[in-house]
């Protein structure tokens, strides 16, 4: 029970630069439960990236977060954040975004990242809706969406790109890998 946790573990700050880096570490048992569609308190249960924040985050590990959106890892407004060598596990939210959301511009870039356990009714890894999100050699295994998108769900997306990405045993009521 993570209910009286943090709301976002880690807050990377409107106009946060590659120069911030986060490496090698574990954000566990965020819990942004702040109701509906209040922001920030609502999203991002383990890190929360605010406009334009757009930090390096290398061999980090979120796992058992919980959000009302994007349980692990919130982008808002052109939040544009450097993925490397993560790992995403057992993250929740009853709504979109298991392990991660990106919206409004966001342009979030993974290499070498893995998404295994997450859960949400959309996008059980990962919920993209009108950002821009590059994926290479990124593992999604077993992520899960009682709607759509066991993996990965777009959503009026700008675009995804996926290159040399594998997805094993992902589940949902649609699109089992993709929607």
Avoid at 63 to 90: E, I, K, M, V, W
Avoid at 110 to 120: D, E, H, I, R
């Amino acid at each position: 029970n993570n209910g009286g946790n943090s709301q976002s573990v880690v807050l990377a700050n409107s106009g946060t630069n590659a120069t911030a880096i986060l490496d090698g570490f574990t954000i566990a048992a965020g819990n942004a439960n702040g109701g509906g569609n209040t922001v920030p308190s609502s999203r991002g249960g383990g890190m929360y990236n605010a406009d334009n924040a757009s930090p390096a985050i290398r061999y980090c590990t979120f796992t058992a977060n919980t959000a009302d959106f994007g349980a692990a890892l919130y982008n808002r407004n052109n939040a544009s954040p450097q993925l490397s060598h993560c790992t995403f596990t057992g993250n929740i939210t009853p709504n979109w975004g298991g392990g991660m959301l990106s919206e409004a511009g966001a342009m979030p870039s993974l290499s070498y990242c893995t998404f295994q356990g997450n859960s949400a009714s959309r996008g059980g890894a990962m919920y993209n809706v009108n950002a821009s999100v590059t994926m290479s050699n990124c593992t999604f295994t077993q992520n899960s969406a009682s709607y759509s998108g066991g993996a990965v769900f777009n959503d009026a997306t700008f675009t995804s790109s996926f290159t040399d990405c594998e997805f094993t045993e992902n589940n949902a009521r649609f699109g089992g890998a993709v929607s």
